[in-house]
């Protein structure tokens, strides 16, 4: 909601008295609660006023794309990464970037021609099945180019870097969004947070995995050793549709890290297209600290996640892809997600955004940004589809804002293997560059609570 304008309060003289002087102050409250509405309260309870902000123009960055599939491409050694999705970053203290990634391919990659004679690099099968694993991460010097790759175990058994929960049934864990912060509140030394979702092998719907946990590893400075893993929360709701999990993206705006979670009723029921984005507060230092945590729940923060209400969303039109991802322009919010609202979203081909004054909302949106290009494919049928936009803010400079998004083709798990295998640009991520202007005050529908 844009700021609030209305006629000027008739100035208070000494004829008017005590009536005129009464009448002034209530024009002047009213305008202050108005004011307040408009702006939100900023996240500290301190009325504010911000611009809203839409995607205004945007164009492909070739070269951060480029420089993960040279790396991804390089033959140079088999046990490093050659695609990935889950994309997340963080900014070292030394200037590296740490770049985290869900299931990931390693392996072998050929120049093209492929098998099929296609002009597309592809990776190699060893017998037994392709080389991959549950996630990894890539370490990036301070100019952005990708030099080695952090999975667990050996290099002729790579296993993930964040070790599995149980091998049966099958539970594992994907790393979202990660932060540098002091180990303790206050303290000196620092550690990277990796905000981690812990999932269960299941039946259909859930094809890639029953949501179960939030759970946050700490990453020693700068040897990025794997130090420990706590539970923050889960797994909650018993219908796994309502699970929340934490940490698709996070904002630290002074003493506090806000973290946005999402949960997965996502394409469940037509009636259902759209997920509904949650939100916590943690003090700097304290990601590690469930006790720490308080979750938004339609008024202030209170302990624990039972008691969330969601921040966006109304179960139909207006909500979020599962993944998305939040930064703060100035003073304003800017929430980027698939279009995944409505029976006329655009749906796995377009990036929408969502503006607010303050990290809960009110959020006004959406407003479609632009089609995410997907890399050539000359296969029949190609069902490739975009997801999981994240910006990173901690990369590149001038003005504009580094945003990925993941690619994958879509359909049964041995179609999709053959395919992102044939030609690996479909699992790998994508970058753009976003400019961000004006957007009209067009409030989203009122939040509405899952059922």
């Known amino acids: 909601m844009g700021p609030w304008s209305g006629r000027a309060a008739p100035r208070a003289g000494p004829a008017r008295g005590r009536a005129g002087t009464v009448i002034l102050v209530a024009l002047l409250l ?4 108005l004011a307040a509405l408009a702006g939100g309260d900023g996240g500290d309870g301190a009325p504010s006023r911000c611009p809203g902000l839409r995607i205004a123009s945007w164009s492909a960055d070739d070269r951060a794309t480029g420089a993960f599939a040279r790396y991804g ?5 088999l046990d490093d990464w050659t695609g990935g999705d889950g994309t997340h970053s963080v ?14 391919f390693l392996g072998r990659v050929h120049g093209p021609p492929n098998p099929a004679g296609q002009p597309h690099a592809w990776r190699e099968v060893p017998p ?3 080389a991959w694993v549950r996630n990894s991460a890539v370490v990036a010097a301070p100019s952005g180019r990708p030099e080695r790759t952090l999975t667990g175990g050996t290099a002729a058994a790579p296993a993930p870097l964040f070790p599995d929960v149980s091998a049966r049934p099958r539970h594992w864990r994907w790393p979202v969004q990660a932060l540098v912060e002091p180990r303790t509140p206050g303290a000196a030394e620092q550690v990277v947070r990796v905000l981690l979702w812990t999932r269960t092998e299941g039946p259909p719907p859930w094809l890639y995995g029953v949501p179960e946990a939030t759970e946050v590893a700490t990453l020693s400075l700068p040897g990025l050793r794997l130090e420990g893993i706590e539970r923050i ?5 018993p219908d796994p549709g309502r699970r929340v999990l934490y940490g698709t993206t996070a904002v630290r705006r002074g003493g506090t890290t806000y973290v946005y979670g999402g949960d997965e009723g996502t394409g469940a029921t037509p009636a259902r297209p759209s997920s509904y984005a949650y939100l916590a507060r943690v003090p700097t230092g304290s990601l590690a600290d469930r006790s720490a945590w308080r979750y938004w729940d339609g008024s202030g923060w209170r302990r624990g996640p039972a008691r969330a209400h969601p921040v966006l969303g109304d179960g139909a039109r207006y909500g979020v892809g599962s993944a998305f991802s939040v930064v703060r322009r100035g003073r304003t919010w800017v929430l980027l997600t698939m279009d995944a609202g409505g029976p006329r979203a655009a749906g796995l081909s377009t990036v929408a955004t969502y503006w ?14 632009f089609p995410a290009p997907l890399p050539p494919d000359s296969a029949p049928d190609p069902r490739t589809a975009a997801y999981n936009p994240q910006a990173h803010p901690g990369v590149g400079a001038g003005g504009r804002l580094l945003l990925s998004y993941d690619v994958n083709w879509l359909g049964p798990d041995s179609a999709a293997l053959a395919h992102v295998n044939r030609n690996v640009s479909l699992y790998r991520p994508r970058f753009v560059r976003l400019r961000f202007g004006g957007a009209a005050a067009a409030p989203a529908a009122p939040v509405r609570a899952p059922r």
């Open 30 to 33: 009213t305008a202050g609660v």
């Open 128 to 130: 037994g099945g392709p």
């Open 73 to 77: 491409d390089d033959p140079g050694r």
């Open 91 to 104: 900014r070292l203290p030394d200037g590296r970037i740490l770049w985290l990634f869900s299931d990931s």
């Open 356 to 369: 607010a004054c303050s990290p809960q909302g009110p959020w006004h949106g959406p407003d479609r940004g």
């Open 233 to 237: 929360s889960g797994p909650g709701a």
